[in-house]
Every structure is written in structure tokens, then in C-alpha cells.
């Protein structure tokens, strides 16, 4: 597939996760008596990326996220040389998803950036008011373990056609764990789109989360060959031939 087609998938697929996971945190939420809650918003993100994953997967593999990218390139399933043609344009579909989400929200009255528009924080801007170590910490171990799944559900070894259910099911319980920590990014480009938007605060904490995500997903990219080449060589010991 050449790469302009792959770039634009990665495009249209982040922008639906923007568009989906952080639409519902800002739209249906805290809804008045039918809020969907942390637990609508972690199903809404892990949906976006499930349904992406079936819609483009065999297009662009869906990373629809730097951290994973990187990951699957220092785990020697992508080529590093076009990487910046898949970065840029999750950043940028990240940033039309937010745009357009932004068109919508602010048609209710009584609208307010100052409310967070779904943007990724620590400190006084965590939901739970967690420090910058807690959010570093999460968002690194968060980004590994999504690594660790995706790397995995995807290997040749494991059973096809069900690595979107896996991989879905995964961002799900990241937002389950994570939303009080950092409102939860894993996703350098998801966090990107509302932060240009809120500006202020969100631009000077961005920092963050690309660096803790891209850290998590580099070591995952190291641990996972590590893990898999030993598990295999267990596997082949113990099968009866």
C-alpha cells in the first residue's frame, strides 16, 4: 500500500479517536442525570480504536499514535525511515478531530476551554490532583503495557482476526485505571489535538505526554522480542510432535 494511502488512514483513524474518545468526555460525560461517566468515556476510546483497527487496519496497520509507531518500529515491525510520515499525520488528524469537536461543544451556551476540553494534565490540572511523577509513572507503564498487547495480539503465533478485540479491550481498562491520574493520553497525538486548543496550561504540560508514551512504547518494543523468542522456544519443548 503506498505510503500517501497508509498516511491518510492514520489521518482519518486518529481523528476519530480524538473526535470519539475525548467527544464523548466533553459532550456526554457529565451529561445532566444520563452522564456516561469514566466508564463511558475508557468504552468510547476503546471503541474508536477497535473500530479503526477492523476499518484501516489492513491499510495502514491503525496506530492512530506516535508511542506506538515507535514501539512497533524499535520492536522491528516498522520501518523508522516513515515514521515522521505517520506521526504528522496523527498529529493532524488529532488536531481536525479536536477542531471539530470543538466546533460542536462550543455551540452550547455557557461553553468554557477553562473546563479542560479533555486535554491531559498533572498537578492542579490531573483530575485527582496526582503530581507530575504519578503522571509520568502511569503514563509510562500504561503506554508498556498497550505496547505489550499490541505487539503481542498482532504476533504471527497468535489467533487471527481477534487483535482489535484485544488491543480495543486494552485502551478500555488504560482509561479505567488512568483518568483520575492524567485524564489518560498513551497517545502523544491524542493529547496534542485538545492542547492547542485549550493552549495555556495544556501547551506547557504537553511535554509529558509525548515524552513518558514514547518511553513506554520503546520499551515495550525491547521487552517484547525478549519475551515472545523465549516463549517460543518453550512452546516448540513442550509440544508433543
Given at each position: 500500500?503506498?505510503?500517501?494511502?497508509?498516511?491518510?488512514?492514520?489521518?482519518?483513524?486518529?481523528?476519530w479517536?480524538?473526535?470519539g474518545?475525548?467527544?464523548?468526555?466533553?459532550l456526554?460525560?457529565?451529561?445532566?442525570?444520563l452522564?456516561i461517566?469514566?466508564?463511558?468515556?475508557?468504552?468510547?476510546?476503546?471503541?474508536?480504536?477497535?473500530?479503526?483497527?477492523?476499518?484501516?487496519?489492513?491499510?495502514?496497520?491503525?496506530?492512530?499514535?506516535p508511542?506506538?509507531?515507535?514501539?512497533?518500529?524499535?520492536?522491528?515491525?516498522?520501518?523508522a525511515?516513515e515514521?515522521?510520515?505517520?506521526v504528522?499525520?496523527?498529529?493532524?488528524?488529532?488536531?481536525?478531530?479536536?477542531?471539530?469537536?470543538?466546533?460542536?461543544a462550543?455551540?452550547?451556551?455557557?461553553?468554557?476551554l477553562?473546563?479542560?476540553?479533555?486535554?491531559?494534565?498533572?498537578?492542579?490540572?490531573?483530575?485527582?490532583?496526582?503530581?507530575?511523577?504519578?503522571?509520568?509513572?502511569?503514563?509510562?507503564?500504561?503506554?508498556?503495557?498497550?505496547?505489550?498487547?499490541?505487539?503481542?495480539?498482532?504476533?504471527?503465533?497468535?489467533?487471527?482476526?481477534?487483535?482489535?478485540?484485544?488491543?480495543?479491550?486494552?485502551?478500555?481498562?488504560?482509561?479505567?485505571?488512568?483518568?483520575?491520574?492524567?485524564?489518560?493520553?498513551?497517545?502523544?497525538?491524542?493529547?496534542?489535538?485538545?492542547?492547542?486548543f485549550?493552549?495555556?496550561?495544556?501547551?506547557?504540560?504537553?511535554?509529558?505526554?509525548?515524552?513518558?508514551?514514547?518511553?513506554?512504547?520503546?520499551?515495550?518494543?525491547?521487552?517484547?522480542?525478549?519475551?515472545?523468542?523465549?516463549?517460543?522456544?518453550?512452546?516448540?519443548?513442550?509440544?508433543?510432535?
Amino acid at each position: 500500500m503506498p505510503l500517501t494511502k497508509r498516511a491518510l488512514a492514520e489521518l482519518v483513524g486518529t481523528f476519530w479517536l480524538v473526535f470519539g474518545g475525548c467527544g464523548s468526555a466533553v459532550l456526554a460525560a457529565a451529561f445532566p442525570a444520563l452522564g456516561i461517566g469514566f466508564t463511558g468515556v475508557s468504552l468510547a476510546f476503546g471503541l474508536t480504536v477497535l473500530t479503526m483497527a477492523y476499518a484501516i487496519g489492513h491499510i495502514s496497520g491503525c496506530h492512530l499514535n506516535p508511542a506506538v509507531t515507535v514501539g512497533l518500529t524499535v520492536g522491528r515491525r516498522f520501518p523508522a525511515n516513515e515514521i515522521p510520515y505517520y506521526v504528522v499525520a496523527q498529529v493532524l488528524g488529532a488536531i481536525a478531530g479536536a477542531g471539530v469537536l470543538y466546533l460542536i461543544a462550543s455551540g452550547k451556551p455557557g461553553f468554557d476551554l477553562a473546563g479542560g476540553f479533555a486535554s491531559n494534565g498533572y498537578g492542579e490540572h490531573s483530575p485527582g490532583g496526582y503530581s507530575l511523577v504519578s503522571g509520568l509513572v502511569a503514563e509510562t507503564v500504561l503506554t508498556f503495557m498497550f505496547l505489550m498487547i499490541i505487539l503481542g495480539a498482532t504476533d504471527d503465533r497468535a489467533p487471527k482476526g481477534f487483535a482489535p478485540i484485544a488491543i480495543g479491550l486494552a485502551l478500555t481498562l488504560i482509561h479505567l485505571i488512568g483518568i483520575p491520574v492524567t485524564n489518560v493520553s498513551v497517545n502523544p497525538a491524542r493529547s496534542t489535538g485538545p492542547a492547542i486548543f485549550v493552549g495555556d496550561w495544556a501547551m506547557a504540560q504537553l511535554w509529558a505526554f509525548w515524552v513518558a508514551p514514547i518511553v513506554g512504547g520503546a520499551l515495550a518494543g525491547v521487552v517484547y522480542p525478549l519475551m515472545a523468542k523465549t516463549s517460543q522456544e518453550r512452546v516448540v519443548a513442550v509440544v508433543p510432535r
